[in-house]
């Protein structure tokens, strides 16, 4: 029943913008920390940017602040991914991520990925 479906992604010149968006079923969204990961051909997944439950604190990789912005709508359950100024080195595929759950019980969700291509 639980469902990450990230969309939005595609192709883009550099400089130009995208949103992701990333629509979560099967559990109770506002629970979770969400976030969104990246992971280029050859590379290690890593942490793009994250967002608590309310959507009251952000964190973004070094790379990415300023030119991402990581934002939630809990009565959609959909999470989204700005992305402005992109380069070449954006090119990967972005994987949506829930966290959280009961005080004593965390589980964790993946969504499928949606890809992002930024080249001329």
């Known amino acids: 029943q639980v469902q990450l479906v990230e969309s939005g992604g595609g192709w883009v010149q550099p400089g130009g913008s995208l949103r992701l968006s990333c629509a979560a079923s099967?559990?109770?969204?506002?629970?979770?920390?969400m976030s969104w990961h990246r992971q280029a051909p050859g590379k290690e997944r890593e942490l793009v940017a994250s967002?608590?439950?309310?959507?009251?604190?952000?964190n973004y990789a070094d790379s990415m602040e300023g030119r991402f912005t990581i934002s939630r709508d809990n009565a959609k359950n959909t999470v989204y991914l700005k992305m402005n100024s992109l380069k070449p080195a954006d090119t990967a595929v972005y994987y949506c991520n829930a966290r959280g759950g009961p005080t004593m019980v965390q589980y964790e969700y993946w969504g499928r990925g949606t890809q992002v291509t930024v080249s001329s």
């Open positions: 967002i608590t439950r309310s959507g009251g604190s952000t």
């Open positions: 099967g559990f109770t969204f506002s629970r979770y920390a």
